[in-house]
């Protein structure tokens, strides 16, 4: 299209071509065969004179062209079109816009001179002022692309990035806004998936009566709580994974209720029930995994230790939904409750007794077919312990915990020691003198960590004149987000620990907690209670308090005494 209007541009404009004027230039059109260049050229000089002489314009290729006369430039493209190649050649005025002829005329398969001397026929002319001359780039295929002044290899490419690079860009900023858009949003993206499914999976369970036969019940017509108990695995590992699933894409989040290292926790509902689901972004997925795979371990289901429920990811193309569904607990976690309420002296022990029995539980080795193994929790912390409706606590947050293999004395994954909370870090772990292999050291730092806990709770107490408001361990040493050097130095270096009131020995529960505490912490890990003897001492105070039974009481004081060397 271009190039048949710049030829029919030059015939045009030859015809006003001033004959009087100085430059002589060639003129006319010819047109050879490409698969036969040497043949007899075809050449129209409609337009232009007669050459004084033969020699005079006929060129090497064999064909003769007439002449035109002007005061500004000669003109020659030869350009492919097809299998034939034209040779045009005119005269342009100087008033003609030579950026259109002569400039910026990009087409394949063509080039183009224009030239205003200093002799007659410049376009031949080695020496000519040329105005602009744009060659091609002859391949095999001869003519197969153009360009100017660049190396020509570049030319497609360079088209090509410059289509694909913006629609690459587009494409970039349309999945980028997706992604945020289903994390910011993470009930939209999964509730689209979740409804054709319930329909499939869901309605098995309840027609097929899948597990019926095995003597199960029916669990489109159970309570989660009776799903759980009478669960066919039998093991207190958890919901089969189909079940799992199931529960899960019912489930419709209702409100965000925390925020944590690994993702966001919701409340949702499952058939009236409420549920907490902790949705962890796919590149935490390892996290997912390891916590769904600990909350499933043979025989951890405990009171104190939060219910699991369900597990479910579902791979949407775009991002992947990594879902942890379990008891929802309205309460929130302990930060959240000792930050807005007061405890008893009694309620104070009952929490620090659910706790201390939730973490013996998880530490406890069971042998046996059945058997479960020990597991450390390393990241104890108010803020990972929550608070049921009758103010006893459970134990959440698995996805740090390491388990033990008993029969080959390992600790089941690469351990990295920096992972827990610094604030609630065990001075072992602060100064990296941790046996890490060594299983035993991660149960004594959840204890460290679960004195500071049991100090957090006492600060709570209403049974002292002296009420304080909540705060975290080292408040008052290190600052909000306190580093790993920051509290090396506080705990190892000047080996401080959470101040006790003097006011706590006058009030008994109190008094026990303090002993408790101060038992936890000791900087020498072997030196410190394990969970049983807590829980075991707590639960002898507690029932002493309850009953006043002098033998009860008198147990009590003697586990106490020995509760510094007892393990
Ligand atoms: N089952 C639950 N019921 C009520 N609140 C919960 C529940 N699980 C977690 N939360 C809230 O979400 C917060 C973060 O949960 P957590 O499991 O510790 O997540 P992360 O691993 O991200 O730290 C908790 O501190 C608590 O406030
Ligand atoms: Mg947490």
Redo the contacts with the bound molecule.
């Keep these: 299209m271009g190039e048949t209007r710049l030829v029919l541009g030059v015939l045009v404009f030859a015809v006003f071509v001033d004959i009087s004027a100085g430059l002589k230039c060639l003129c006319g059109v010819s047109m050879v065969p490409l698969t036969d260049p040497v043949a007899n050229p075809t050449v129209i000089t409609d337009s232009c004179q007669e050459a004084d002489n033969s020699e005079e314009a006929c060129l090497d290729h064999g064909a003769c062209y007439g002449v035109c006369h002007t005061d500004g430039y000669c003109f020659k493209s030869i350009a492919r079109k097809d299998t034939v190649i034209r040779r045009t050649y005119s005269c342009m005025e100087p008033w003609f816009p030579n950026f259109w002829m002569c400039r910026d005329q990009k087409m394949a398969s063509t080039m183009y001179t224009c030239c205003s001397g200093p002799d007659d026929f410049c376009t031949e002319n080695e020496n000519a002022t040329k105005i602009t001359e744009i060659s091609f780039h002859q391949t095999n295929n001869f003519f197969s692309s153009f360009i100017r002044n660049e190396d020509p290899d570049r030319s497609p490419l360079l088209l090509i990035l410059a289509i694909a690079v913006p629609i690459i860009t587009l494409a970039l900023v349309i999945l980028i806004s997706i992604l945020i858009y289903r994390q910011c949003h993470p009930r939209f993206g999964y509730q689209m998936v979740a409804k054709p499914i319930q329909n499939t999976v869901v309605i098995d369970l309840g027609s097929s009566r899948p597990l019926t036969s095995s003597g199960c019940m029916d669990e489109s017509q159970s309570t989660l709580k009776d799903m759980i108990e009478s669960t066919c695995s039998g093991s207190g590992a958890g919901l089969p994974i189909l079940v799992q699933r199931s529960i899960a894409r019912q489930v419709s989040l209702l409100e965000c209720?925390?925020?944590?290292?690994?993702?966001e926790?919701w409340r949702g509902h499952w058939r009236g029930e409420s549920v907490?689901v902790?949705i962890f972004s796919s590149r935490d997925e390892k996290s997912w995994f390891r916590e769904s795979e600990i909350y499933q371990t043979v025989m951890l289901r405990h009171e104190n230790v939060?219910g699991f429920i369900a597990s479910d990811n579902k791979d949407e193309g775009v991002v992947t939904q990594l879902w942890l569904v379990?008891?929802?607990?309205e309460n929130?976690?302990l930060?959240?409750y000792l930050s807005r309420s007061l405890v008893g002296g009694r309620q104070m022990i009952r929490m620090a007794i659910s706790i201390a029995t939730g973490l013996s539980h998880l530490h406890m080795d069971i042998i046996g077919t059945q058997g479960k193994p020990a597991i450390a929790h390393r990241d104890l912390k108010s803020?990972?312990i929550?608070v049921k409706k009758d103010l006893s606590c459970s134990i959440?947050?698995l996805?740090l915990c390491v388990r033990h293999n008993s029969i080959t004395d390992e600790v089941d994954i690469p351990i990295n020691n920096k992972v827990g909370t610094k604030r609630y870090m065990a001075p072992e772990l602060l100064d990296e003198s941790i046996d890490e292999k060594h299983f035993d050291s991660w149960k004594r730092a959840d204890v460290y960590s679960l004195g500071l806990v049991f100090w957090e709770i006492a600060r709570r107490c209403s049974d002292t004149p002296e009420i304080q408001e909540y705060q975290m361990p080292y408040f008052d040493v290190v600052n909000s987000d306190p580093s790993i050097e920051e509290m090396n130095q506080a705990v190892c270096v000047k080996k401080i620990r959470p101040s006790c009131p003097e006011e706590w020995n006058k009030n008994e529960s109190l008094k026990m907690m303090t002993k408790l505490m101060k038992e936890c912490w000791f900087e020498n890990p072997s030196a410190r209670l394990t969970a049983l003897r807590i829980k075991k001492t707590l639960g002898l105070f507690a029932a002493q308090g309850e009953e006043g039974d002098e033998k009860i009481k008198a147990k009590y004081i003697e586990s106490v005494n020995n509760s510094s060397t007892t393990t």
């Design positions: 209720v925390g925020k944590g290292r690994f993702g926790v907490a902790k939060l379990t008891e929802y607990y929130g976690s930060f959240d803020r990972n929550l959440a947050d996805g």
